[in-house]
Each structure stands twice: as structure tokens, then as C-alpha cells.
């Protein structure tokens, strides 16, 4: 926003829309107010244009701390490979991976530096589900949609493939409830984009859904290139390593024990010295099913889709779990998108940082764009700086008296010494529990500097400048 005084004419130009963040507006609101209340001008023009809009590709660097970064657009011209030959293989491929699309519609996988290869990757997979709300009661009846190639990008930054499927399943139960019909007339439409960034270990997954079926479970597959028996999952201020045998039926509870395990930002499983995570934005349940030959493979579950919030009818529960209501939006018609990620490593998790890889998938980073002016932090404003191993979980202000407030947890599985920087921080900093209720006083200046045993949460309450 600028303005300019022509004689007794002013000439007022802004720009909107979503992509521009103005941050001088107020000074020349102010100003032009002025001049009207000084009667400096007879007429005014006003000239408004639309913010022009463009979309930036970029790898960012690793940073050791939480904070805010100014990075300027460099303009890198085309890419060194927009058209890449057909006969060209693999289809993608990056310093860490080469993906292909095979006979059949498998998405192949092979990891360069591990010797890790995973076939038939994000298979989507429906099966009926005849259960409620509260609890699925899922058919024996899996069916699995092979993958198209629609088009393909090859960037400076990055290689993307998009591929389409048509999974033809029964449109819902039969009228007893006892199957799915026996026709498959109706068509559930994905559209997957698979990407490969340079200088990232992992494999993006951005999966569209038209979801037209009802009463099914909808899942993606990752095959699992070894044996296991343990899930390694990021649950609340824990990582938990979970048995894939679910305990026996005490012959009393109403429920039978689950297969389905519930996650965070990721699921892990390791075998052979060799592992395979998935991490996820929002899906929070998984299971490894077996094929027939005994073979592993991790589904993640994308959509639940039921009539009711509660049945009395289940194999999976005796008697209901509410009041038996019809509930037609659980169907989860229409349009989702998903999104998930894929790496492989060689050792256990916290040797590959599998945790803060999963983070900085599951929480980008969030980017604005301005108009060019003077500031004064500098490119680089850092907010806080804390010990590797050890997990920020918050950065709020107390509900009290609004001091700031940190919460980390450690995830290191040993006892650490954790160090907590922040240079814009008042003075004065302790200790708090959940309640932030103090507990103890930290040292007057820092970097704050205490003890944590294995998986302890602590708050870091700072006094107000």
C-alpha cells in the first residue's frame, strides 16, 4: 500500500489478496487520514490490483532450532530434465531412492544406500466393514486396486509422479448385513501424486480419494521387506513398541482385543537390522496384516465408512455401545485427501532420527510472503534452541498471567541433561508441572540447563520482559 499527493489529488494504490502479507499497512492507513483530516485534498483516487501468485519449490536446510528464517526467492530457470524419455529407468529417482511402476500396477521401491526393496507399495486396499461408531467388524473380503501413470514432473527440487486408480467394490452390505453385495458396482477414484525431493531420505505420498462406496474400510499397504513382531509408534510424550499379538479374550469383556494399534506421527517396524517407517498428517490407526504365503505388510488405515453410531449385531463386540442411531454422514462420502510419507533405514529408530524426521513431515514449515521493507531482527530470529533426543511439545503462554512456556519430553530412553535456549526469553525461568504450578527454579540466566529421566515431561515457565 502506498499513496502519493498530486496538488490536491491523492492517489491511493493497495493490493489484495490470500498470497500478500502487508506489513506497513496501519503507518499508511494513518497517513492518509491525515491528509483528509487536514484538508490537504479535494479528490482521491484509488487504484487496487490483484497480488499476482506463484508457487515456490525449495529444499530448506536443516536448522537446529525453533524460529523464524527471511529466505529470498532465487529464480533457478528451467529444469535440467522437464521432459524425461520414456524408455527411461527408473521413473523417479533421487540420491536415496528409485521408484517404478511394474507390470500390474505395483509401485516398487528400492533404497540405494540401505539395499532395502519394498514391492507393491501404496496398495489401496477396501474391505467391508459391517461395524459401528464405536468399534469395526471387518469382512474377509479385501480387494486390491492396481496404479495407472498419468503424468510425471522432473525439477530442479524435486520428481513427482501422478498415477490414477479405479477400485471397483460393492457399493454396501446385503439387507441382512451378514456380506457386502455380491456386485461391485460402484467405482472408489484415487489419484496419487508420489515425490521425490533432493536431499530427503523419504518418499512423499499425497493420495486423493472419491469415496462412493459405503460400509468398507479404505487402507494403503507397505509391504514389509522382513519379519516382524513388534510396531514402534509415536504415541502422546512416548514412543511405544507394541506387540503385534493382540492378548487372548479374557471370556468376559465385551469387546474383543483389536489387531489395530493407534499412532501419532508415525509407525516403525525394524527386522534384520533394518527398518521401514510411514510417517502420516492425521491418520492415527494402523495394523500388519499377513498375506497368504505369511508375507507382512504395514496398512494404514484412511477411512472408517458406517451407517451407525452404535449396532447390537457385531462379531467384534457383544451388545451395544450406545444408542443404535443411523448416521449417514459416518459414510464419508465424497472427495479426501491424505497425506503420508515413506522412509527405510538400517539400525533402530533413534540412530535415524526416525522421530524428528516424522515431525518435520507431519509439521512443515509455515511461509508467508511480504513486500519488500527495512526490519529489525535481522534474516535470522531464533525462539528456541533445545538438547537433540529431547521433544518440544508446546510453545504457549500461561493462561494466567500470559508468561511463556515450554514443555519438552525425553525421548533419548536414557537419563539426560537437557539444555533449553531462548534468547528473547525475560528474565528468571523454573520449572512447572502440567498445572504450571511451580516446581523449581532454574538458574537467573541461560541456556536453563536440567535432568530429565527417560520419557519425563517438564514445563520451563519464563518470567515476562
Known amino acids: 500500500m502506498e499513496w502519493e499527493l498530486d496538488g490536491r489529488n ?22 492518509v487520514r491525515q491528509i483528509a483530516a487536514n484538508d490537504l485534498a479535494d479528490t482521491a483516487e484509488i487504484m487496487v490490483r490483484k497480488s ?16 523464524a528464517q527471511v529466505l529470498i526467492p532465487h529464480d533457478s530457470g528451467e529444469g535440467d530434465d522437464p521432459n524425461q524419455p520414456a524408455d527411461q529407468v527408473p521413473d523417479l529417482q533421487n540420491e536415496f531412492y528409485e521408484i517404478t511402476l511394474k507390470k500390474g500396477g505395483k509401485l516398487f521401491i528400492r533404497d540405494w544406500h540401505h539395499d532395502v526393496e519394498i514391492v507393491n507399495a501404496a496398495a489401496l486396499v477396501s474391505e467391508g466393514d459391517r461395524g459401528d461408531e464405536y468399534n469395526a467388524d471387518i469382512l474377509p473380503d479385501g480387494l486390491v486396486g492396481g496404479w495407472t501413470v498419468v503424468s510425471a514432473d522432473y525439477g530442479k527440487t524435486h520428481q513427482a509422479l501422478v498415477l490414477a486408480a479405479a477400485l471397483e467394490v460393492p457399493g454396501g452390505l446385503n439387507k441382512k448385513r451378514t456380506a457386502r453385495r455380491e456386485k461391485r458396482d460402484t467405482v472408489v477414484g484415487a489419484i496419487m501424486e508420489v515425490t521425490l525431493y533432493k536431499g530427503l531420505p523419504r518418499i512423499d505420498f499425497k493420495l486423493t480419494i472419491e469415496n462412493n462406496a459405503r460400509d468398507h474400510r479404505l487402507r494403503v499397504l507397505f509391504p514389509l521387506p522382513f519379519a516382524t513382531e513388534t510396531a514402534i509408534t ?12 493382540p492378548p487372548p479374550w479374557n471370556g468376559t469383556s465385551p469387546e474383543q482385543p483389536p489387531t489395530t494399534f493407534p499412532q501419532k506421527t508415525f509407525a516403525a517396524f525394524e527386522g534384520e537390522d533394518v527398518g521401514v517407517a510411514v510417517f502420516n498428517k492425521g491418520l492415527q490407526e494402523g495394523e500388519v496384516v499377513r498375506d497368504k504365503k505369511g508375507r507382512q505388510a504395514y496398512a494404514l ?14 462379531v467384534s463386540r457383544r451388545g451395544g455401545a450406545g444408542p443404535t442411531i443411523s448416521t449417514g454422514d459416518s459414510q464419508m462420502q465424497g472427495e479426501h485427501t491424505f497425506e503420508f510419507s515413506l522412509t527405510t533405514y538400517r539400525g533402530d529408530w533413534r540412530s535415524a532420527n526416525i522421530q524428528a524426521m516424522a515431525h518435520s513431515f507431519a509439521y512443515p514449515p509455515l511461509a508467508w510472503a511480504t513486500n519488500e521493507h527495512d526490519g529489525s531482527l535481522g534474516l535470522d530470529v531464533p525462539l528456541a534452541t533445545i538438547t537433540p533426543g529431547v521433544v518440544p511439545t508446546a510453545m504457549t503462554r500461561s ?8 514443555r519438552v519430553y525425553n525421548a533419548t530412553g536414557e537419563p539426560a541433561e537437557t539444555s533449553v535456549s531462548v534468547p528473547w526469553a525475560g528474565p528468571g525461568a523454573g520449572l512447572c508441572d502440567l498445572m504450571e504450578e511451580h516446581v523449581e527454579t532454574l538458574t537467573p540466566a541461560g541456556p536453563w540447563r536440567f535432568p530429565l529421566r527417560p520419557w519425563e515431561i517438564a514445563s520451563v515457565r519464563f518470567g515476562r520482559s
Open 399 to 406: 493462561d494466567v498471567d500470559g508468561a511463556p512456556v515450554i
Open 10 to 31: 491523492l492517489k491511493v494504490t493497495t493490493t489484495v489478496g490470500p498470497d500478500l502479507t502487508v506489513v506497513d499497512e496501519e503507518s499508511v492507513r494513518h497517513e
Open 301 to 314: 488405515t484412511l477411512l472408517r465408512c458406517v451407517g451407525w453410531l452404535s449396532r447390537p449385531d457385531l
Open 52 to 67: 499476482a501468485r506463484a508457487e515456490i519449490v525449495a529444499v530448506l536446510p536443516p536448522t537446529d532450532c525453533v524460529g
Open 234 to 245: 509415536e504415541n502422546q510424550f512416548q514412543v511405544a513398541e507394541r506387540s503385534l499379538t
